[in-house]
């Protein structure tokens, strides 16, 4: 238990050192694009970019309280791990409320993200899912922990036993 707190402790300053807008990435670069790419790609009507953007809208204001609760409590647990000593039941108990709050806006996520679904047409869709498919073989998914894309034989060698 001490390693796993240590190991906890470690990866919270590690986060706590790198400053907010490295770990953004790139999203900041796609804010407000997605829907405009979509509709050039996917061929949207007016009609379906507005029923985006509302959805959009409605599931961003929705999930914004719950990323304000979630910051103090983050900050909170930053301030727990650096004390001189932890205190474990108060660590693993924000914890809790931490992951709790996240799995409510991830579920908000994927209803948003079933409604923007339904806004869709079949083919909009299945061509959506193609130009996902491409997008992610451009970047090389998969293909820096195996040989070639293989995924029986990892790049280091060791085989990979399924679990069907």
Do not use: Y
């Amino acid at each position: 238990m001490k390693k796993t707190m240590l190991l906890l402790s470690m990866g919270a300053l590690m986060l706590a050192a790198v400053p907010a807008e490295a770990r953004r990435g790139h999203r900041g670069m796609m804010k407000g694009k997605r829907i405009e790419m979509m509709k050039a790609n996917l061929n949207l009507t007016d009609g379906q970019v507005q029923q985006m953007k509302a959805i959009h809208t409605d599931a961003r204001a929705r999930s914004k309280s719950f990323r304000a609760q979630i910051r103090p409590l983050r900050k909170q647990m930053r301030l727990l791990l650096q004390a001189d000593t932890i205190n474990e039941a108060q660590v693993v108990a924000l914890r809790s409320r931490i992951r709790s709050l996240r799995q409510i806006v991830g579920e908000q996520r994927f209803q948003a993200k079933l409604k923007l679904m339904r806004v869709l047409t079949k083919e909009q869709r299945t061509k959506m899912m193609e130009l996902r498919k491409q997008r992610r073989s451009k970047r090389g998914f998969g293909k820096r922990c195996f040989n070639n894309g293989n995924a029986d034989k990892p790049a280091w060698g060791r085989t990979v036993r399924s679990t069907l």
